[in-house]
């Protein structure tokens, strides 16, 4: 069901200097930031040969990410998302195995303006997971 590996997201306390390091250190092409209010993340896309990174910063006092950077104050990787051909079929597939779909369980348009959704971290080997319409 899942295809390919569309990013792998790390959370980030500094995203101009996580940014600066991916172009000036690691040689990589970074994009520009990008708010997103509905996710409650500011994020940085940087475009590899075979996926993509997803540098992610909090917005908003109620930014899902915040928790997480509290407990890893140096950052660490979030999540990664999976593409799927038609995420109403998987995510009906998902939830019958027992998946516990993240919030009201309807896709939200993500930041490549597809529809997006999330699967409980506790289900899935510790990594949340992000599948993404293809
Ligand atoms: C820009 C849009 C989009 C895109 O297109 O790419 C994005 O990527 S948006 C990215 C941000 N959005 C999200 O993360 C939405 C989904 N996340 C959530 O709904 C919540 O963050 C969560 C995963 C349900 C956790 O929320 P909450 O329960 O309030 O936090 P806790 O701190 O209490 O965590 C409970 C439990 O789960 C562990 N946990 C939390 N986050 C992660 C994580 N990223 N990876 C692995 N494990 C995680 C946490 O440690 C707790 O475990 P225990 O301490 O053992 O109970
Ligand atoms: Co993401």
Known sequence: ?????????I????????AAQYR???GAEVGPAQDEPEHGVTVIFITLPNTKIEL???LG???PIGAFLAKNPAGGIHHICYEVEDILAARDRLKASGARVLGTGEPRIGAHGKPVLFLHP???NG???EL???
Do not use: W, Y
């Open 127 to 129: 990594c949340l997971v």
């Open 11 to 18: 959370a980030v306390p500094d995203l101009e200097a996580a």
């Open 24 to 26: 000036c250190t690691l």
């Open 56 to 58: 992610l910063h909090p």
């Open 132 to 134: 993404e319409q293809a």
């Open 122 to 124: 506790k289900d899935f």
């Open 61 to 63: 006092a109620e930014s």
């Open 1 to 9: 069901m899942i295809g390919r590996l569309n990013h792998v997201a």
